[in-house]
């Protein structure tokens, strides 16, 4: 698909296989354009995709994606709109659970409908920020360590024995002690 100068475009095709480097050029262009936008979008509790496909020109969410994980600060950018778009998201939850429409108003609900919502935005906030919604858990481990008397010389083996034992080395009656033979 080749574009000429001045022209427009409504969508990119799906797969970038299909793209001229003008097009894949453009695209780019394009995301980066979209990238504020976008931020906007998941701050507000929207996701990627809803956002690619509302987008005055369609964008293929997994191509956004990878061009926003591919560089550390647009990945920083996404991670804390979608911290703030949670914030958002728990007002919804709130919303639901009291039965308002969007605006605020009563409306006539399914239970079953509104729990499922519910439980489906719950789930998302735990990906979200795992931290603060999701189950954390910490494990604390202990170790033992097992002595091997096969690496150990034999004065340090004789001397952890007698330490056992709660013999003292100075405490020893050993005949053959140079000091304990006196002669004199």
């Keep these: 698909m080749n574009l000429a100068p001045g022209s427009t475009i409504d969508e990119f095709p ?25 931020l906007e979008e998941l701050a507000g509790g929207g996701t990627v995709e809803r956002f690619c496909n509302e987008y005055h020109v369609r964008l293929s969410p997994t191509r956004f994606r ?22 958002a998201i728990e007002d919804e939850m709130l919303r639901i659970a009291d039965g308002l429409t969007p605006d605020g108003t009563p409306a006539l609900v399914d239970i079953q409908r509104s729990q499922l919502m519910i439980n489906t935005r719950w789930k998302m906030l735990t990906v979200w920020n795992r931290e ?10 202990t170790t033992t360590t097992r ?17 056992a034992l709660g013999v003292s080395p100075s405490d020893s009656n050993d005949p053959l002690d140079d000091d304990s033979l006196d002669f004199a």
């Design 14 to 38: 799906q797969r970038a296989a299909d793209m001229s480097s003008e097009m894949r050029a453009l695209e780019q262009q394009t995301f980066e354009v979209a990238f504020e936008s976008a």
């Design 66 to 87: 990878t061009w926003i994980f591919r560089d550390r600060r647009r990945k920083q950018a996404y991670e804390a709109a979608k911290a703030v778009g949670a914030e």
């Design 132 to 141: 603060r919604y999701g189950d954390v858990r910490k494990i604390e481990q």
């Design 147 to 163: 002595l091997d008397p096969a690496t150990l010389s034999t004065p340090e083996l004789q001397q952890r024995l007698l330490h």
